[in-house]
Structure formats: C-alpha cells, structure tokens
C-alpha cells in the first residue's frame, strides 16, 4: 500500500513584481520574514481534521483516482474500521474538555483544594509627622510660584499703567506691517517702501531695517505725556519699541520746485532754498510712521525728477532743454522759462550764510500735477485694457485691437503708438497757464479802460489741464435789451480760438495785441449795431455803414466803425463813428439843419 507523500518545494530567489511604472521600470515585492512565512504556512493547514482517521480516509480517497489498485486496497483497508469510530473519538474529546473545565471550576469557587494568598510584604513605619512636613513644604512651594506670578502681573499692570504711550513691539509691528511691506531675512526684518507694487520701474531700492530698540527705550528716561493730547496725534517725542533704519539717501526732506521766470533773470545761479520748518527725519525722536513716510516722498521726488531729466535729454525741442545739477530749464513761451528743481536736505548739512532772496514763487499747482502724472503712469503699468476677445494679448489698447477689422492706415498706427511724455505734458500745462493769465489780464484791462459799453467775462467752471473757455458779452448800459454782443473764446496752449456772434472763428497766436485788437473791433461793431436797433425803434432809416472806415483818425488799437442814417420824414441825415474815447460821434450831412444833430450816448 503506497501513501501519498507532500513534498515542499523551495520558492524561487527572484522575488515576485508588484508594480511596473510608466517607464518600465519593475518594483520587486520584499522577501518574506521567517515569522511572516511561518503564518503563511500556517494559515495552509486545515484544523477541523481532528483525527488520524480522516485524514487516512482523505488520502485514500486521493489514491483510488489514481489507479483502481490502490482503490481497492484502500477500501479494505477502511472495511476494518467501526462505522462509529468517528463519532466515539469526538464524544470521548468533549467529554475530556467538559471535564477539565469542571475541575477549573471547582478549584476556583471551593477553598479546599487551593487558596490564593497574596505576596508578604514589610510593614513601612508611618510617621505622621513627617507626612505633615512634607505636605507643608510642598503647599509651600505652590504658594510661591503663585505669589510670584501675581508680582510678575502686578508689576507689568503698573507698568503699562505708567507707560501708555509705549506699546509692546509685537503690536508696534503689527501696525508697520498693516502699512508697509515687510519679510525675514534670516534673523532681521527687512521691509520694503519703494512704489514697485504700484507699478514702479525706478532701479532705486527702498528697503529698511526693523529692529527692536529696547535699549533706547530703558536708558531714555522720558515723562509721560500730559493726558489731554490726542489719541491719532503722533507725539513729537515718543519712546517706540521699534526703532527703523532708512538708508542715508533717503534721509531728509525733499520736494520738487517749481518755478516760472523770465529770460533776464539769472536762472543759471538761481538757488531753491528748502522750507526750514518740519522735523526731518535724521532726528532720532521722529516716529517711524513720519521717517518712512519722508523717505518713501525722497524716493517718489527722486523717481521723478530722473523721469523728468531723462526725457528732457531725449526731447528735440527747438529750444534745449537744459539739465543742470538738479534743476532743469525748458522754454514755455519766448521770454518764459520753466524751472523744475529737486530739493533734498538731510538735516546735517550746514546752511549758507548768505542765502539769496526767492525771485518767484513756488507753484504748487503745477508741482501736483507733476505728481498726478506720475501717479498716471504708474497706475498704467499695472492696470492693462482687458483684451476682447479674450484670448486676445494682453497689452494693446482697443483702438490698436480694433485696427485691423478697421482697415487702419500706416498714418492711423503711428498716431496710435505716440504718446507724451512727462515733461511735455507739465511744459503745455505751464504755457496754458499763462495763455490764461494773459487773457485774463487783457479783459480786465480793457473792461476798466472802456466805460461804455460794458465788458463782462464769464469763465467756464469745468476746465481741463490744458483748455479753458471764457464768454465775453458786450452791452451798453440801458440798451442792454436792444442789443448785446456775444463772444466766445478758447485759450488752448499757445493759440486763442475765437467765435464771433455771425459764426465767424478767429484764431490767434500767444501775443495778447491779437486778443486786444479783436475785442476793440467787436466793441466798435457793438457800438453801430446798437445805434442801427436804436434807429430802428425811433422811426430812423439805416442807410449804410463801414467796420472799417478810412476817415478820420487812426485809432490805436482796432477799426473805428460808423454807419448812415435818414430822418424819418427823409429831410435830414446823421452819420455816427465809433471811436476810442466817445462811444459815438455824430457830424452833420449836406443837408442837415443847424440844430439837426443829436448825440446819442
């Protein structure tokens, strides 16, 4: 009778793959421990085969599909066992542990078999005395940890108490941050007040340095302030937790200086003095808030004036611009010269004893538009028109977008990409300035000049930079309802636009004469188109009339006017003339009487 053997056969070394990447690469799985393998074995083996007997059953019924020899010696072989053999053996196995789990049973609940007793140990002596004392110093120890923190918060209460002015430098560093920009660059805190993040290009760096000055703030010892200051007002003197280093070029006061002058001063050696008043920024008793705020205004001053020297260097004008030092000169109008200038004082530098009086004054219009412009083009480098479509570039405007669909000429594309610079922008706000200032002096010159008829100027409240309108209304007094004669003129940056009551427009050139020389002539015409309404009311017959008449006197300024006029019965006539000095003069005709003249005025 032949049993079946198992034979164990030895794994392979090559382990087997658990993953292959995308690359091809293949990851093995780890080889198996010896407690890993042997629960792997383990988990192969049946338990519910109790008995040698079934498993002899199972390995016969194995052999008798192998060949029909063995089968029958298998089946005699199982013949000889009792037919409840299998079930004897597993009732005599229950009874077994039934058994033992009695005798547990009745060893643990009677006392008479076994008793459990616990391990002897040495009683401790107890002194009450000492657990006493133990106890005490140990409620001693928890009472002065207690009593020394209550000192600890006592003291910081008074503290702050005292000092209110003076915050904690945490605090004081979360408000610079709200404000300004900051980072920690390994063990310093380095911030940032350049305008980069406003749209910036100026290489300058504005970075400070923030550090803790508590050194500063126990060695000073500074009263308190009195408590009826305000709470927003910064102290002149305050003691602050935080202590900021700004870099020497951007120490100090600075602003740009704006001056307009004429071509027979000395503009090569005109020096721009600085205001003296205001604390700088090199004074150690300075806020931060009002050092960074100055040197973040050095730096915008700086940024600007380097904009503004650049571009006078490339500007062909026809008059030079000149760049000297840290001023620069451009021509506005012949015999007017611009003066932008650069003031920057430290607050160490040594006054001149000598220092020349100031010439003209400062503008300060212009000075803020020339921040205005800056604060343009910053905001147009970061703010760029949002392309349509939207998987357009970003960057053209809409005009150079909508070119191509437009059919858009050479011509059209190259007035697309010019731009005005800075400099020029700030030199036709200047000369517009004073085209409006010589308007304003001529009317007012002549509205004192001429008495009748009467000038009024009324001048436009919406005006732009570089254009302005003013209405000029001609009337003579009491007559103001027959008639009155209206002017409108444009002053633009070096011309006049001007729009008469018939339609007709005039343009003139800067020289105030040409403005002078026109309002004298509407004057003139006034004055005749008002005596022709007279005449009209009276009964009176127009007959005909001159603007520009050759009798007479030259006048200086303008063309003396006159017209004809005829009775109403037709026996006499009248000739008026329109003259500096009289608004009308009247000569007798052939055929008027000695008495026949009437002066109207």
Known sequence: ?????????????????????????????SPL?????????????????????????????????????????????????????????????????VCVLADVLAIAKEKRYIVLDQVPQEALETKPMVQVYARKKALAGAAAVLLAGAERLRASQNELAR?????????????????????????????DLSYR?????????????????????????SPPPSPGAGAGVVPPKSSSALRVTVPSELQGVAY??????????????????????????????????????????????????NQLAKEAVQLQAPIPHMVVGNQIMATVLPGIQLIIGLCHSTGTDKKPNLTPPQKSEHDHVLEHSLHQLLREVHHKNTHHPFPHPS???????????????????RYELLEMTKSQTLLEQIIQQAQHFFMRLRTEYVLDTIAKEVK??????????????????????????????????????????????CVCRDGRVMHMSYEPQELRDLVFCQIYQHQITAVQ?????????????????????????????????????????????????????????????????KEFS
């Not at 079946?4 to 993953?19: F, M, R, Y």
């Not at 405007?397 to 070119?403: E, G, I, T, V, Y």
């Not at 007959?543 to 019965?569: D, M």
């Open 1 to 29: 009778m032949a049993y079946s053997v198992n034979i164990s056969v030895e794994a392979p070394i090559e382990n087997q793959i658990q993953e292959i990447t995308y690359d091809g690469q293949e990851i093995y799985q």
């Open 256 to 305: 740009i200086e704006v001056l307009c002058q004429k071509d027979q001063e000395d503009l090569c050696s005109a020096t721009i003095n600085l205001l003296g008043s205001g604390p700088t920024s090199t004074n150690p008793d300075v806020h931060w808030q009002q050092k960074l705020e100055a040197a973040q205004n050095v730096l915008f001053c700086k940024e600007l004036f």
């Open 533 to 597: 309404g007279l005449a009209k009311c009276m009964g009176w017959q127009y007959l005909a009339n001159s603007t520009h008449l050759g009798l007479g006197a030259v006048e200086p300024l303008g063309n003396a006017s006159s017209c004809i006029l005829a009775s109403p019965i037709g026996d006499r006539s009248a000739g008026q003339r329109a003259e500096m000095g009289k608004s009308w003069r009247e000569f007798q005709g052939s055929s008027m009487g000695q008495n026949g003249g």
């Open 391 to 409: 998987s357009g570039p970003l960057g053209p405007s809409k005009k150079r977008c909508l070119a191509g669909p437009m059919a858009a000429d």
């Open 163 to 191: 000092n209110r002015t003076t915050p904690d430098f945490h605090i004081e560093l979360l408000r610079l941050r709200q404000n300004w920009r900051l980072k920690k660059v390994s063990n310093s805190i380095i911030g």
């Open 452 to 497: 009748d008829p009467l000038i009024v100027s009324h001048w436009n409240a919406l005006n732009s930079p570089t254009q302005s309108c003013v209405k000029i209304n001609i009337m003579t007094h009491g007559y103001d309802s027959v008639y009155r004669t209206p002017l409108v003129v444009h002053v633009g940056e070096k011309a006049l636009k």
């Open 33 to 97: 421990s010896m407690s890993e393998s042997l629960a792997k074995l383990a988990q192969k083996i049946d338990f519910s085969k109790a008995s040698t007997e079934d498993i002899i059953k199972e390995t016969g019924e194995q052999d008798k599909t192998d060949d029909d020899s063995t089968t029958k010696e298998a089946a005699t072989f199982q013949s000889s066992l009792w037919p409840w053999d299998s079930v004897r053996n597993k009732l005599r196995n229950a009874l077994t542990e």
């Open 197 to 221: 993040t406003a749209g910036s290009k100026y290489a300058q760096t504005g970075m400070f340095e923030v550090t803790k000055a508590e050194e500063e703030c126990q060695t000073t010892g």
